[in-house]
C-alpha cells in the first residue's frame, strides 16, 4: 500500500444529481492520463452524488475509485469543523446527502490496478474550438458562423435545451435573431433561469462581427424579450464581445424590466468548450457570469 501510486482528480459539480456523461468523460480522461503517467490506481472524487447502479457502472467501465459528497461526508463525520466547511463548500444541507447502500455504509478504496481503456479521448469540444479560431468574421461567413454555433451549443447542452426553434426576419446577415429554445431543469443555472428569472425558453442570437458589438444590437436583442411569453433570458454569441455602452444597455434592461442578456466571445465558448471535453459543466460558466453580471449591476 505504501508504494502505490494514485492519479487523483476532483470535480466539483454545482448540480447534485449526478450527470453521468461529464462523469464519464472526466473517468476516460483520468483513467487515461493515469495509465500514461504511471499509476497504480485512480480515484475520482466529485461533489454529487452517484446513484448505486451508476457507481457500479463506472467501476467496472474504468478500473477507478469514485467519491461523491455521501462518501467524503461520511469520511468528514469525525471532524466536525471538516464537516462543516464541506457542508459549507457544497453548499448542500446535510440532510440531502441521501446514500443508497444505507447509514452503515463505509466508502471503500478499490483494490483494481489501473487498466487502460480502449475508447479514444474526447476532443470534440476541442475540435469545434479551433474551427471557431479559423473562421472569418463578418457578412461573408455569417450562415458558416451561424451552423457552427448551432453545432457549439448541441456539444454543450444535449439535454438542457428542446425546441431549437429557428426564427427569421430582415436584417444586415450580421444581427440575427437565431434560435428560441425551452429550457429543462437539468442543471442549478436552468433552475436559476426558469425560477429565478422567469424564462422558460431562452433565445440565442449569433453575431459575426469583426469587432465588439455596440448598443444597437444589444436593443435589438432586447426586443425579442417578453415576460408574458415566458422569455426573458438571451445568450448571446459575439467574437470579441461587447463595448462598454452595450453592457450598460444590458445593465439598464436588467434594472428596468429584470431581463438577462448574457455575452460570449469566443474566449468564453472555447472555455466552456474545452469543460466539456474535460467532463466539468459548461453551465458553472453560464452561472459564474450571470453571476458576476448580477452582483456588479449598478443602480
Given at each position: 500500500?505504501?508504494?502505490?501510486t494514485?492519479?487523483?482528480?476532483?470535480?466539483?459539480?454545482?448540480t447534485?444529481?449526478?450527470?453521468?456523461?461529464?462523469?464519464?468523460?472526466?473517468?476516460?480522461?483520468?483513467?487515461?492520463?493515469?495509465?500514461?503517467?504511471?499509476?497504480?490506481?485512480?480515484?475520482?472524487?466529485?461533489?454529487?452524488?452517484?446513484?448505486?447502479?451508476?457507481?457500479?457502472?463506472?467501476?467496472?467501465?474504468?478500473?477507478?475509485?469514485?467519491?461523491?459528497?455521501?462518501?467524503?461526508?461520511?469520511?468528514?463525520?469525525?471532524?466536525?469543523?471538516?464537516?462543516?466547511?464541506?457542508?459549507?463548500?457544497?453548499?448542500?444541507?446535510?440532510?440531502?446527502?441521501?446514500?443508497?447502500?444505507?447509514?452503515?455504509?463505509?466508502?471503500?478504496?478499490?483494490?483494481?490496478?489501473?487498466?487502460?481503456?480502449?475508447?479514444?479521448?474526447v476532443?470534440?469540444?476541442?475540435?469545434?474550438?479551433?474551427?471557431?479560431?479559423?473562421?472569418?468574421?463578418?457578412?461573408?461567413?455569417?450562415?458558416?458562423?451561424?451552423?457552427?454555433?448551432?453545432?457549439?451549443?448541441?456539444?454543450?447542452?444535449?439535454?438542457?435545451?428542446?425546441?431549437?426553434?429557428?426564427q427569421?426576419?430582415?436584417?444586415?446577415?450580421?444581427?440575427?435573431?437565431?434560435?428560441?429554445?425551452?429550457?429543462?431543469?437539468?442543471?442549478?443555472?436552468?433552475?436559476?433561469?426558469t425560477?429565478?428569472?422567469d424564462?422558460?425558453?431562452?433565445?440565442?442570437?449569433?453575431?459575426?462581427?469583426?469587432?465588439?458589438?455596440?448598443?444597437?444590437?444589444?436593443?435589438?436583442?432586447?426586443?425579442?424579450?417578453?415576460?408574458?411569453?415566458?422569455?426573458?433570458?438571451?445568450?448571446?454569441?459575439?467574437?470579441?464581445?461587447?463595448?462598454?455602452?452595450?453592457?450598460?444597455?444590458?445593465?439598464?434592461?436588467m434594472?428596468?424590466?429584470?431581463?438577462?442578456?448574457l455575452?460570449?466571445?469566443?474566449?468564453?465558448?472555447?472555455?466552456?468548450?474545452?469543460?466539456?471535453?474535460?467532463?466539468?459543466?459548461?453551465?458553472?460558466?453560464?452561472?459564474?457570469?450571470?453571476?458576476?453580471?448580477?452582483?456588479e449591476?449598478?443602480?
Open positions: 500500500m505504501d508504494k502505490e494514485w492519479a487523483i482528480e476532483v470535480k466539483f459539480y454545482r447534485k444529481r449526478a450527470q453521468a456523461t461529464l462523469i464519464e468523460a472526466a473517468a476516460l480522461r483520468l483513467n487515461q492520463h493515469g495509465v500514461r503517467g504511471q499509476a497504480d490506481k485512480g480515484m475520482l472524487v466529485e461533489s454529487c452524488v452517484l446513484p448505486i447502479k451508476l457507481r457500479h457502472q463506472l467501476e467496472r467501465n474504468f478500473n477507478l475509485t469514485f467519491v461523491d459528497a455521501a462518501d467524503l461526508a461520511i469520511w468528514a463525520a469525525e471532524a466536525p469543523d471538516v464537516l462543516n466547511e464541506l457542508q459549507s463548500q457544497l453548499e448542500v444541507p446535510p440532510d440531502d446527502w441521501q446514500y443508497e447502500k444505507g447509514s452503515d455504509h463505509q466508502p471503500e478504496l478499490r483494490d483494481t490496478n489501473l487498466a487502460r481503456v480502449l475508447s479514444p479521448e476532443t470534440k469540444g476541442s475540435d469545434l474550438c479551433k474551427e471557431l479560431r479559423k473562421l472569418g468574421r463578418g457578412r461573408k461567413h455569417w450562415l458558416a458562423y451561424e451552423e457552427l454555433c448551432e453545432r457549439i451549443l448541441r456539444y454543450l447542452f444535449p439535454n438542457d435545451l428542446h425546441g431549437w426553434h429557428k427569421k426576419r430582415t436584417d444586415d446577415g450580421l444581427n440575427r435573431y437565431d434560435f428560441v429554445c425551452r429550457v429543462r431543469t437539468t442543471t442549478d443555472f436552468w433552475k436559476f433561469v425560477q429565478h428569472l424564462s422558460r425558453y431562452i433565445i440565442f442570437e449569433f453575431k459575426n462581427y469583426s469587432g465588439r458589438i455596440k448598443q444597437g444590437q444589444i436593443l435589438t436583442t432586447e426586443k425579442y424579450l417578453f415576460e408574458r411569453a415566458l422569455r426573458r433570458v438571451a445568450i448571446i454569441f459575439s467574437r470579441s464581445g461587447a463595448d462598454k455602452n452595450s453592457v450598460a444597455m444590458s445593465q439598464g434592461a434594472r428596468e424590466h429584470g431581463t438577462l442578456m455575452i460570449l466571445d469566443d474566449d468564453l465558448v472555447c472555455q466552456m468548450l474545452h469543460m466539456k471535453d474535460r467532463g466539468n459543466d459548461p453551465t458553472d460558466c453560464l452561472f459564474d457570469l450571470a453571476d458576476d453580471f448580477l452582483l449591476l449598478p443602480r
